[in-house]
């Protein structure tokens, strides 16, 4: 009640003053306006109410002290996802995605894994329809109805192919007591040489030698009983297989694009269209591919075929065919199918014949790797040399050769879809996604402070 009655007295003196104040100011400008001396106004003084001195105001404690809290009050924490460095964060939410898509593709494999047959069968008949659709597209255009067309392509392919089976199996047939002849001479003449080089070898350990051989094959018969039944499986599925490429190939020469369209049915909407541009593009890598890869094949089969058979090397013609064959698996089929007929001119020709048939096949495969592939395959399937031999080697472990024969062009077409994807990306967003979770924070404060480093 003191401190009212105080307050109210001092408001009341300061208003007496500023009355007195505006009185002597209007006398002043009356004088001034009449020109009569100013005559001054007494101001009333009004004695001061006295103050009631207030209570002492206590400075309250600091709250943080350089950034630590003091008191014994509750202290404030920081925001988790800020006090983790942004590095640290960056690579957690870079460790969960990468988890993601190393289970995805751990189940991918096991799924692969239980119908590698169907799946070796799609992928050849893929391969297949790459090499025939053009076909199938002259025979369109000359007026044939799509499926007599495509019956036309089809047929002659697979009689090509059969063929071309048929011609190694009976020129191996033909040429094999010339072949056994051959290697049982170059036998008796590993022996003397072994004889006569100065390793010392006797007859007698060279008996022994096979002698042993022959015990080791009598003791494994039960073995080798069980390896033929199980080839005589493979063979089933081997044939299981040919037959699904088959049949796979006439509906995609018929109907490829209409399951083109299906399948861009089951993908999410706000995807569709980059899928639809990214899946031409790949089809037209995986044919470039298997043309070029043919084209290739081919030029070797010729070339090393024409030195063993100047050579006269013994069966030069079907191992012209198996490096025919071999070369769809790169890098090894090239070099499993130059041993193999470098091994046989050993055996059938002696160590000199041998010696230039290596070269033949090397200089015939130096041309290709130089020459021939970046001018037929180009750029559109230019996979470096380690993404081939790493993809060939994963081929083969998860699905034996026919992993391997697929495994370059998949890699070929997978690198040719995620660089539209990526292009098709930044057409999209040119800026880029904006960040979200727990690394946006640090990038509004860059924004806010107007700093723009990395």
Do not use: C
């Not at 509750?74 to 800020?82: F, I, L």
């Not at 006090?83 to 995605?97: D, F, I, K, T």
């Not at 191996?172 to 003449?189: F, K, Q, W």
């Not at 569709?272 to 070029?292: E, M, S």
């Amino acid at each position: 009640m003191t401190k009212r009655a105080g307050w109210l007295g001092r408001l009341g003196s300061r208003l007496n003053r500023m009355e007195a104040l505006l009185n002597e100011r209007r006398a002043e400008v009356e004088a001034e306006t009449a020109g009569v001396p100013r005559t001054p106004v007494a101001v009333p003084v009004v004695p001061p109410v006295p103050e009631v001195p207030a209570a002492p105001t206590v400075a309250a404690p600091p709250a943080h002290v350089d950034g630590v809290p003091v008191g014994g009050g509750p202290r404030e924490r920081p925001d988790p996802a800020g006090a983790v460095p942004w590095g640290l964060r960056v690579a957690a939410e870079a460790s969960w995605r990468l988890l993601l898509l190393a289970g995805m593709l751990w189940v991918l494999m096991k799924v692969i894994s239980e119908v590698r047959l169907v799946v070796l069968a799609f992928a050849a008949a893929m391969l297949v329809t790459a090499l025939l659709q053009p076909f199938v597209v002259r025979l369109r255009r000359l007026g044939l109805p799509r499926g007599l067309a495509t019956a036309v392509t089809a047929i002659l392919g697979f009689v090509v192919i059969g063929l071309v089976g048929w011609f190694v199996v009976w020129q191996v047939m033909e040429n094999l007591d010339d072949l056994s002849d051959r290697v049982r001479d170059g036998i008796n003449e590993l022996k003397l040489w072994a004889l006569d080089s100065p390793f010392h070898v006797t007859e007698k350990q060279i008996n022994d030698i096979a002698k042993n051989l022959s015990e080791t094959i009598g003791t494994n018969t039960e073995q080798i009983t069980s390896a033929g039944l199980q080839g005589v499986t493979v063979l089933v599925e081997v044939l299981t297989g040919i037959l699904l490429a088959m049949f796979s190939t006439l509906f995609l020469l018929y109907d490829g694009k209409r399951i083109w369209t299906w399948v861009l049915g089951l993908v999410p909407a706000p995807a569709r269209p980059g899928v639809a541009g990214a899946g031409p593009r790949a089809w037209r890598t995986l044919t470039a591919y298997v043309r070029g890869t043919v084209l290739v094949a081919l030029i070797d089969a010729i070339f090393i075929g024409l030195g063993l058979y100047f050579l006269d090397v013994t069966m030069a013609v079907p191992l012209a065919v198996f490096i025919f064959l071999f070369a769809f698996i790169p890098l090894v089929g090239a070099v499993v199918s130059g041993a193999l007929a470098v091994v046989v001119a050993l055996v059938t020709q002696g160590p000199f014949i041998a010696l230039m048939v290596l070269l033949v096949v090397l200089a015939v495969q130096q041309i290709e790797g130089h020459v021939l592939q970046p001018f037929i395959l180009g750029r559109a399937v230019r996979v470096h040399p380690l993404a081939v031999v790493l993809s060939v080697a994963a081929g083969g472990m998860i699905a034996g050769i026919g992993g391997a024969v697929v495994a370059v062009p998949l890699v070929a077409v997978t690198n040719t879809v995620v660089g539209y994807l990526k292009a098709y990306s930044r057409d999209q967003q040119p800026n880029g996604a904006a960040p979200y979770g727990s690394t946006a924070l640090e990038t509004a404060a860059r924004e806010a402070t107007g700093d723009q480093r990395a």
